[in-house]
């Protein structure tokens, strides 16, 4: 806490710079070149809560209020495993009609989408994260069956003056110790991975990044388990939201660059996100600052990925803006273009190395040669079965370097891969370490 407090303070050009090399350099050493790939899956904007600067908030009646049925989410889960995304991050608000059995329900429907690809392989999502309100202790354990990824949940803002200020009194969101608490009581009730994130833009970044230093510290010394990943969103307009547009703490891109620095320095081994409410140009930055995940061809409004929304009709669903919307070919192509690999690997969460056991052996860099490998196994499935013509010659020559790389580095490892990789090409679907 006292360095990231100093790192903070240290402020001049050159320092910013040498801080962003060194946030590039950690985040090479513990994830090598992969960014991981997931999308964002809104399935219900109901909600209880009347967050201020929210355009789901129960006070916004210029949102159209929508839950989807089973089947709808059905046809979302094919349009998201019919482009090639093994990564999603299922989304809805704190409501009755959308509570921890809509949830599962909702997860299973979409674990049971499968596509037939033009090889002839199985597309299908393989593993869901949640953005979810707080639960209480039976519903975690519920949830806990349900073979979730992340459980993610943000404070929003660590500064309890301007959370009592945005929450209303009489919604559940005010009660900023529940919602502080929800990643304690999901790991004590058995779950592995927890996501945190604050939303940029409420109050002063600086204690923002130390509120969420502190949260990452208390887990640690609780469950020896930080966080799987950390969420930096920023404040975004929202449709007839207006605190959105005049907060006084809005983050500059400048400040936001270095919210990143200053995380990937402070919380090597965690996964840092971000989204698609950022511009293509600062997400391309943010690749040399520490950030490993990132979805791509997003939708944010409730049901429109398989209805996409008619012009001007978007907003009326969704809970903010994006900034960037680029289809997933012109995402992994840009990924390609700055020396990056796509990765589609959900691996880690399905071979159990996931929580106490995700923290250390990113903490002492055993987890990356695996994710490198799987990330060639998952992106070869990809190119194979999505790419279009014009990306097929620039992803043959990522993943060409990538062998050679372990070829060279990892050669105790390379037979089995090799053997692995083979099969992939004959045909075979779905194979990770
Ligand atoms: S931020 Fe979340 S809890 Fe608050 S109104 Fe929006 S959807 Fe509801």
């Known amino acids: 806490m006292d360095e990231l407090a100093l790192l903070i303070r240290a402020d001049t050009p050159d320092l910013n710079a040498r801080m962003a090399e060194t946030a590039d350099r950690v985040k090479s050493r513990v994830y090598g070149n992969r960014v991981v790939v997931f999308a964002p899956l809104y399935l219900a904007n109901q909600c209880v809560n009347a967050c201020v600067y929210c355009g789901f908030r129960n006070t916004n009646q210029?949102?159209?209020?929508?839950?989807?049925?089973?089947?709808?989410?059905?046809?979302?889960?094919?349009?998201?495993?019919?482009?090639?995304?093994?990564?999603?991050?299922?989304?809805?608000?704190?409501?009755?009609?959308?509570?921890?059995?809509?949830?599962?329900?909702?997860l299973q429907t979409l674990y049971g989408v499968k596509i037939r690809t033009k090889t002839g392989r199985t597309a299908n999502i393989r593993r869901i994260s949640v953005t979810a309100p707080p639960f209480n202790m039976e519903e975690l354990?519920?949830?806990?069956?349900?073979?979730?990824?992340?459980?993610?949940?943000?404070?929003?803002?660590?500064?309890?003056?301007?959370?009592?200020?945005l929450h209303p009194r009489s919604t559940p969101k005010h009660d900023y110790r529940w919602r502080l608490y929800a990643h304690h009581r999901a790991l004590a009730s058995g779950l592995q991975d927890v996501g945190l994130g604050a939303l940029f833009g409420l109050y002063d970044w600086r204690f923002e990044a130390m509120g969420l230093l502190a949260h990452v510290r208390e887990l640690e010394r609780r469950f020896k388990t930080g966080p799987h990943n950390i969420s930096v969103p920023r404040l975004e307009p929202a449709l007839n939201t207006p605190f959105a547009d005049h907060s006084r703490y809005k983050l500059s891109d400048a400040a936001f660059k270095r919210v990143l620095t200053l995380l990937r320095l402070a919380v090597p081994y965690s996964g840092l996100i971000v989204t698609a409410r950022e511009s293509a140009a600062l997400r391309n930055e943010a690749l040399e600052l520490g950030a490993t995940q990132m979805d791509a061809s997003s939708r944010c409004g409730v049901g429109a990925y398989a209805n996409?929304?008619?012009?001007?009709?978007?907003?009326?669903?969704?809970?903010?803006?994006?900034?960037?919307?680029?289809?997933?070919?012109?995402?992994?192509?840009?990924?390609?273009e700055k020396g990056r690999l796509p990765s589609f690997c959900t691996a880690g969460f399905r071979c159990g190395r996931t929580?106490?056991?995700?923290?250390?052996?990113?903490?002492?860099?055993?987890?990356?040669?695996?994710?490198?490998?799987?990330?060639?196994?998952?992106?070869?499935?990809?190119?194979?079965?999505?790419?279009?013509?014009?990306?097929?010659?620039?992803?043959?020559?990522?993943?060409?370097?990538?062998?050679?790389?372990?070829?060279?580095?990892?050669?105790?490892?390379?037979?089995?891969?090799?053997?692995?990789?083979?099969?992939?090409?004959?045909?075979?679907?779905?194979?990770?370490?």
Request: proline share 6%.
């Open 308 to 336: 996409p929304p008619q012009p001007g009709e978007g907003e009326r669903r969704q809970q903010f803006r994006l900034a960037d919307d680029r289809s997933l070919p012109q995402f992994v192509a840009a990924l390609l």
């Open 141 to 165: 354990a519920r949830l806990r069956n349900a073979e979730i990824g992340a459980y993610q949940i943000f404070q929003e803002t660590y500064h309890r003056p301007t959370y009592d200020r």
């Open 62 to 106: 210029a949102i159209e209020r929508v839950v989807l049925n089973q089947e709808e989410i059905r046809r979302e889960g094919e349009v998201l495993a019919g482009t090639g995304h093994r990564r999603v991050t299922a989304v809805l608000g704190e409501h009755p009609d959308t509570d921890v059995d809509y949830l599962i329900q909702s």
């Open 355 to 433: 929580g106490q056991c995700f923290t250390e052996r990113r903490q002492y860099g055993l987890e990356g040669p695996f994710c490198g490998l799987n990330a060639v196994l998952t992106f070869r499935e990809w190119v194979d079965d999505f790419a279009p013509a014009e990306l097929r010659a620039p992803a043959a020559g990522a993943i060409g370097q990538e062998i050679q790389r372990i070829q060279d580095h990892m050669p105790q490892f390379y037979p089995v891969f090799k053997s692995v990789y083979d099969r992939l090409q004959n045909g075979e679907g779905d194979l990770y370490f």
